[in-house]
């Protein structure tokens, strides 16, 4: 019997995966793993020493969004001010370490900060990933006596992503921000609050950002460099692979690869290995004049062992108009080599994290990987204002990227 499961999507600007990168217990440059010992692994001052940075940014994220902000910051930092970064996963240290970075700070005058951007869950709640270091910084006692605040020699920079219809808007973020000033840390610029009840949590960070990096650079002693493009993406072509090539991923069918029980797609399905349901019926639910999509839609699970069970996860894996693909090939200057295949690994320093370093086509990657028929953001005109044909256009972008009321009046 066709079993149809009713769910509503709420579709954004970014793709919704089924997958997810699987945890490690290491902090990343910029996408690179480095495995570190065990006695150091949760130590933020061992990970900035270790990798020789001046900045490391850790996240507390539920859906990925705090996570996608901190390497865009990083990018900013190493672009415009060639300022090597570390990012990572609050998870992945402890609160007590930043008595470390402070004691380091005092003991060799060095210049470093520390960057949190940190998600709000729910009505004030921390992230699944920032609960442990929330609890043990709260938990931090100044030292009896008249001695200086332990973290007198830390410099921090903080962004909250929150939800103002939520009481306790962006809690997370202020309850951080003020345990370390209590604890002695001096915060660089203001406390940023993005908001997605009001819909404006991009430009809040994005106004957030303009203004802090210029203090945190100032800090660092960094100057500005000249606004010029860097890609952080190594692409190299592979004119030897074809369709048939031995050594490539292909994404096939879901019932290709699994074992078949009594004529039924068996799995085993989870995270890494979900069952690729066809979609069988969307209608719109917002009326036109709405900013936003809301779907209501049907996958078709007919065939399988599969049930399902409220609270379990579906999402909508979306692909590009084959129109715009084809358009945006002809603007790179890529049509004659649509299918021509790639690979794609990341610039050392440049923020970017690699995902997928399989080989597969230019159509492939701009069909199902990259979101171009999304709205141009205020960010996009200032990357683009880097690859601009003459003076006249990169001041033009370069306006609409730092003036808000000028790019939403076009």
Not at 78 to 84: H, K, R
Not at 152 to 178: C, P, Q, V, W
Request: aromatic content about 10%.
């Amino acid at each position: 019997m066709l079993l149809y499961v009713v769910v509503f999507v709420l579709i954004t600007a970014t793709a919704v995966t089924l997958w997810q990168k699987q945890k490690t217990t290491a902090f990343a440059s910029y996408g690179e793993k480095q495995e570190l010992a065990s006695d150091n692994v949760r130590s933020l001052d061992y990970a900035l020493v270790c990798q020789d940075k001046s900045i490391i940014i850790v996240y507390g994220s539920q859906t990925g969004t705090a996570e996608e902000y901190a390497r865009r910051l990083a990018r900013n930092l190493y672009e415009d001010y060639s300022i090597s970064t570390a990012v990572a996963d609050i998870e992945d240290f402890d609160a007590s370490s930043l008595n470390e970075v402070a004691i380091n700070n005092s003991r060799t005058a060095r210049r470093v900060l520390v960057c949190f951007i940190l998600a709000t869950y729910g009505d004030g709640e921390p992230t699944d990933s920032t609960t442990s270091f929330y609890q043990d910084l709260s938990t931090i006692e100044m030292e009896d006596g008249e001695g200086d605040p332990p973290l007198r020699d830390l410099h921090y920079i903080a962004f909250g992503l929150g939800n103002s219809t939520y009481e306790k808007f962006n809690f997370m973020i202020r309850s951080f921000d003020e345990h370390l000033q209590r604890l002695g840390a001096t915060r660089l610029g203001a406390r940023g609050e993005g908001d997605d009840g009001l819909g404006t949590l991009d430009e809040d960070f994005l106004a957030w950002k303009d203004e802090t990096l210029v203090e945190a650079a100032s800090h660092l002693r960094a100057k500005k460099g000249y606004n010029h493009f860097t890609s952080p993406y190594k692409v190299v072509e592979t004119p030897h692979l074809t369709i048939d090539s031995n050594e490539l991923f292909l994404r096939r069918k879901h019932n290709d690869s699994r074992v078949e029980n009594n004529g039924l797609v068996a799995g085993p399905f989870n995270n890494k290995n979900s069952y690729l349901a066809p979609l069988v019926y969307s209608k719109q639910l917002f009326a036109p004049v709405c900013d936003r999509d809301c779907l209501h839609i049907e996958f078709d699970v007919s065939g399988t062992d599969l049930s399902y069970e409220t609270g379990d996860h579906l999402g909508v894996w979306p692909t590009n108009p084959d129109a715009e693909v084809q358009r945006m090939l002809m603007i790179l200057g890529l049509s004659n080599k649509a299918d021509t295949f790639i690979t794609i690994s990341e610039n050392q320093d440049s923020g970017a994290q690699v995902f997928n370093t399989e080989p597969r086509t230019y159509t492939t990657i701009l069909r199902y990987e990259l979101d171009i028929c999304g709205k141009v953001s205020r960010e996009i005109c200032g990357a683009l204002s880097k690859m601009a044909p003459n003076a006249e256009v990169e001041t033009h972008m370069v306006q609409l990227a730092a003036d808000r009321n000028l790019f939403h009046s076009i």
